[in-house]
T-cell receptor, first 112, second 112 residues
Framework: NAGVTQTPKFRILKIGQSMTLQCTQD?????MYWYRQDPGMGLKLIYY???????DKGEVPNGYNVSRSTTEDFPLRLELAAPSQTSVYFC???????????FGAGSRLTVL | GIQVEQSPPDLILQEGANSTLRCNFS?????LQWFHQNPWGQLINLFY???GTKQNGRLSATTVATERYSLLYISSSQTTDSGVYFC??????????????FGTGTLLAVQP
């Protein structure tokens, strides 16, 4: 049981490049979330999903896209990376009927 | 939108000391959680506590929902308690943790 796995752990992008942050959970959780954490700040919700095929925007969705084709995977796509997207990205999940989130270890992204 | 404020922003303790962290929120919520982010960035849920008091070892939390605040108590602090403590609230109905709003955190350093 690996929990929530995020890849890559670190990535440097040039302005305008695109990339996908991967998130996989093996706990059969219906709910999955993407957060970003800027230095010295709390987490802000980017997108979330309540189940396969269903996604919705959070507080800060601009510049990102998500998909949820399976229960296990919830990739986050960055199109046309900008320096403002330099942050640490966390994926989290929870089962239906529960309130506690399980977080991945984070992915540190730098856009230069 | 709802505002979540935490105090103090920074705290330095000697090992063995006690401390109280505070979380104020500006609107009624039906979900409040406390998280610990260790120095390596890993986020761990400490408490799900929309109201009342809970204890887990040296940690306890109290939420007074009618007065819109929550307190996290750390007793007999240890160096492993160091890190950032976040509270997060959810406006969702029925306890659904779909859109957690995080505070900016309290940075705790416990010195040996």
């Amino acid at each position: 049981n690996a929990g929530v796995t995020q890849t890559p752990k670190f990535r440097i992008l040039k302005i305008g490049q695109s990339m996908t942050l991967q998130c996989t959970q093996d706990m059969n959780h219906n709910y999955m979330y993407w957060y970003r954490q800027d230095p010295g700040m709390g987490l802000k919700l980017i997108y979330y999903s309540v189940g396969a095929g269903i996604t919705d925007k959070g507080e800060v969705p601009n510049g990102y896209n998500v998909s949820r084709s399976t229960t296990e995977d919830f990739p986050l796509r960055l199109e046309l990376a900008a320096p403002s997207q330099t942050s640490v990205y966390f994926c989290a999940s929870r089962p239906s009927g529960a309130n506690v989130l399980t977080f991945g270890a984070g992915s540190r992204l730098t856009v230069l | 939108g709802i505002q979540v404020e935490q105090s103090p922003p920074d705290l330095i303790l000697q090992e063995g000391a006690n401390s109280t962290l505070r979380c104020n929120f500006s609107d009624s919520v039906n979900n409040l959680q406390w998280f610990h982010q260790n120095p390596w960035g890993q986020l761990i849920n400490l408490f799900y506590i929309p109201s009342g008091t809970k204890q887990n070892g040296r940690l306890s939390a109290t939420t007074v929902a009618t007065e819109r605040y929550s307190l996290l108590y750390i007793s007999s602090s240890q160096t492993t308690d160091s890190g950032v403590y976040f509270c997060a609230v959810d406006l969702g109905y029925g306890g659904a943790t779909n859109k957690l709003i995080f505070g900016t955190g309290t940075l705790l350093a416990v010195q040996p």
